[in-house]
């Protein structure tokens, strides 16, 4: 059981930790609002994740494969993250002040981060990918305990996940002046942008 829990977190940082919408969407909005609004945003995108996890650890994914799912699922989520990448890039032309941010913005950073990772049909590759994974390091068919095991070792890892990127990105508003703000911004928008590009591709 050890064994899996300690992939599990290997598997948690690995996700959590690599470039994509959500870490971009952290970094724009903690760098307007602060620490709690980046919090937000990964806290947000946990609810996604389990989500998938769910669908991926118990073989739903086979169903959210078929085109009359999957295909709208893509669109949505490439506009979205298009959406999401003209705002970055809207602030990087011109730098956000913090006094302009609507108080609603706490709330929003948690929905925006959910929506990101729910609209997101690339998880499911991840995750299908980890359930078959999960089977390789057990040996066989996992266990319903051995599963829980997997997940639980999974959303400890994206928690504390949170918790660092949270800070870091919050260290960096601190410490970053305007023009570094504004490449940190162009970059997100940039990233964003190239990501929906692929998710348009992938239809």
Request: hydrophobic content about 55%.
């Amino acid at each position: 059981m050890l064994t899996i829990f300690f992939y599990a977190l290997v598997f948690g940082f690995v996700f959590c930790l690599s470039p994509g919408a959500v870490l971009a969407e952290t970094l724009r909005r903690g760098l307007l609002h602060g620490f709690t609004p980046a919090l937000l945003v990964q806290i947000g995108s946990l609810v996604g994740d389990a989500v998938w996890a769910v669908i991926g650890l118990t073989g739903i994914a086979l169903l959210i494969q078929h085109d009359a799912v999957r295909v709208p699922l893509t669109i949505v989520c490439a506009l979205y993250l298009a959406w999401l990448g003209v705002q970055s890039l809207r602030d990087a032309w011109r730098l956000p002040q913090t006094e302009d941010a609507p108080a609603s913005s706490g709330k929003n950073a948690l929905a925006v981060g959910a929506a990101i990772s729910l609209a997101n049909p690339k998880n499911i590759v991840y995750w299908g990918a980890l359930g078959s994974a999960l089977s390789g390091i057990v040996g066989a068919t996992p266990s319903h305990g051995q599963t829980l095991m997997f997940f639980a070792g999974f959303m400890l890892a994206s928690v504390l996940s949170c918790f660092l990127i949270a800070a870091l990105v919050n260290l960096l508003r601190k410490n970053a002046s305007p023009f570094w703000q504004r490449i940190s911004y162009g970059t997100c928008g940039l990233v964003l942008i190239y990501l929906a590009v692929l998710a348009a591709n992938g239809i």
